[in-house]
């Protein structure tokens, strides 16, 4: 039986920087947390327990990584450079660019290189205390590579200390051998691809691009029907570009989140609040693709819905890979308050996926999986740019990665 004291800390138990413990102690017993309070009020039992001492560092939740894109085929800095030499999007696509270059490189990567690329995508989230993260298909756009991306998103599950939540994203984009019937790729994606994948344990929840340059509403609902038929929980790419009324068609569906939501209006809003359907903001993006649409953060605060934050790590909108980047990003483009965004990386975010009870918080039964910071205060975590601040990741009780103290 592993039993440890973790102690000489200061808890942060859920995400909050104003419901903190200053002197503070975890007792663990293989890997699930027995205790956590005031050190001075460690129960007896513990007391006898082989100690770590975290020298005062702050501890967090394990952070909670909700949409990303990290499995993919080759990049496009090249397309990055033609559009800064000025050639548009329509010039890039007409090329043969965007999400279609990267479902070339998926469809003609091999698993392994596949699992090599995206794990050098994962390391660095990681090492930033990530514990729980989404992984999306939807650059396969046929039923084999999209097969090929959710085996090697369930890989990383296994080889690395993380726990992985797999999307299907059949309806991410139209394959080119679907130009101009994309109702006949929803067909595939609903009745062929979406029933094989979830009999094959590859699915946890579905996801769809619902968007002028995506698929209509009508589309979007008839993924939601083939989910709900598969008890399959949704969510959406909503409001990227335009105000479609996604996010409240995702609402009615119960959707876990509805997602970018730079065009959301009030109605989607509300429909989201009633819904309980978490907003997951997405600053990589926007800062990427210079967008100048802020999302509805007072009406997502007016309503209190649930605000969670990601890197959308993509090769086309949002080519990151750090979180903390990130969390400055929704505080400096967004003007998102510190609370606000450690709660967005832990039980907002940990809601997103419908896990809020596994993950995002550190309560008695729960995995002890947890970041240990090297910072003096929590705002620290959204004002560095760039800087390495996770000292230790702990995972199921165990020290999964060690950076600089
Ligand atoms: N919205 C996005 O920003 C990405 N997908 C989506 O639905 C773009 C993906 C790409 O350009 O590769
Ligand atoms: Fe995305």
Known sequence: MKQTV????????????????????????????????????????????????????????GLVECHTHLVYGGQRADEFAQRLAGVSYEEIARRGGGI???????????????????????EPLIAEGVTAIEIKSGYGLDLETERKMLRVARQLGERYPVAVYTTFLG?????????????????????????????????????????????????SERVFEAAARRNLPVKMHAEQLSNSGGAALAARYRALSADHLEFLDEAGVAAMK?????????PGAYYFIRETQLP???????????????????????????????????????????????????????????????????????????????VES??????WIGRPLCARVVRAGQTVYAGRT
Request: hydrophobic fraction near 45%; proline fraction near 5%.
């Open 274 to 282: 009633e819904a309980g359907t978490v907003a997951v903001l997405l």
């Open 171 to 219: 309806a991410h984009a139209l394959p080119p051998d679907y130009a101009g019937r994309a109702d006949d790729y929803i067909d595939e994606v609903c009745n062929r691809m979406l029933p094989a994948l979830a009999d094959e344990g590859l699915v946890d929840a579905v996801d769809v691009f619902c968007e002028r340059i995506g698929f209509s509403i009508a589309q």
């Open 6 to 61: 973790w102690h000489h800390l200061q808890l942060c138990a859920h995400g909050d920087p104003h419901d903190t413990i200053a002197d503070a102690a975890i007792a663990v017993q293989d890997g699930r947390i027995e205790w956590l309070g005031a050190a001075q009020e460690l129960p007896a039992a513990y007391r006898g327990w082989p100690r770590e001492d975290l020298a005062g560092a702050w501890v967090t939740p």
């Open 100 to 122: 279609v270059s990267t479902v070339r490189a998926t469809r003609a990567a091999d698993e392994n290189t596949l699992l090599r690329t995206a794990a050098a995508r994962l």
């Open 296 to 374: 509805p953060l007072d009406l997502l605060r007016r309503y209190a819905v649930p605000i969670a934050i990601s890197t959308d790590s993509n090769p086309g909108t949002s080519p990151a890979t750090s979180l903390l980047l990130m969390m400055n990003m929704a505080a400096t483009l967004f003007r998102m308050t510190v609370p606000e965004i450690l709660q967005g990386v832990t039980r907002d975010a940990a809601a997103a996926l419908g896990k809020q009870h596994v993950h995002g918080v550190l309560e008695t039964g729960r995995h002890a999986d947890f970041a240990v910071w090297s």
């Open 378 to 383: 929590l705002a620290e975590l959204a004002y």
